[in-house]
């Protein structure tokens, strides 16, 4: 349940258990691809007035590409969350909270979720750590094998040598 009814919470801590589905719109709306459902288990209680705080914690796979030989990866994501939620009124300046309605009678933990998840993405992925990349003169892969290209040549150096052994220089 990850759409949870304030009046229980103020009853009593609730637990929150739910699994948004890897092709939820709230997730593909915002550019996440996901390679495995969502699945997030937590406990919602209540923190004062017009204030609540949900410890859970959230796990799935991201569907990535390398980024260096651009093969499809999927990266597992796992992350514990530590959030409070707060009415307009109670949330001091950029103190991190998440604000909701002060006229909602239910919180809803899924955009919460969308944003922690896109903040635990991580932005520079490689599919192992010694991946040789594509040529950039061909695109071959280079992890099948050399690709038969000469090494680029490096301009700056080239000038410099020009300069140190000009008797090379045409013959
Ligand atoms: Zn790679
Ligand atoms: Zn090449």
Not at 68 to 81: G, I, T
Request: aromatic fraction near 6%.
């Amino acid at each position: 349940m990850l759409r949870v009814p304030l009046v229980e919470v103020r009853a009593g801590a609730v637990d929150t258990t739910g699994e948004l589905a890897a092709d939820d719109p709230l997730l593909t709306e915002a550019g996440i691809l996901l390679a495995a459902p969502l699945r997030v288990a937590g406990r919602l209680s209540s923190a004062g007035e017009g204030k609540y705080y949900w410890r859970a914690h959230f796990e799935t796979a991201v569907s990535t590409e390398c980024r260096r030989c651009l093969k499809a990866v999927e990266v597992p994501v796992s992350q514990p969350l530590a959030i409070v939620f707060t009415t307009p009124g109670e949330a001091a300046e950029d103190d991190g909270c998440y604000v909701f309605e002060d006229r909602a009678q239910a919180l809803d933990l899924t955009l919460a979720v969308r944003e922690e998840l896109l903040l635990a993405i991580p932005g520079f992925v490689e599919c192992r750590p010694d991946c040789r990349g594509l040529c950039p003169t061909c695109g071959a892969d280079l992890n099948d094998g050399p690709c038969g290209c000469a090494p680029a040549a490096d301009a700056r150096w080239q000038a410099l040598r020009a300069l140190t052994h000009p008797e090379e220089k045409g013959d």
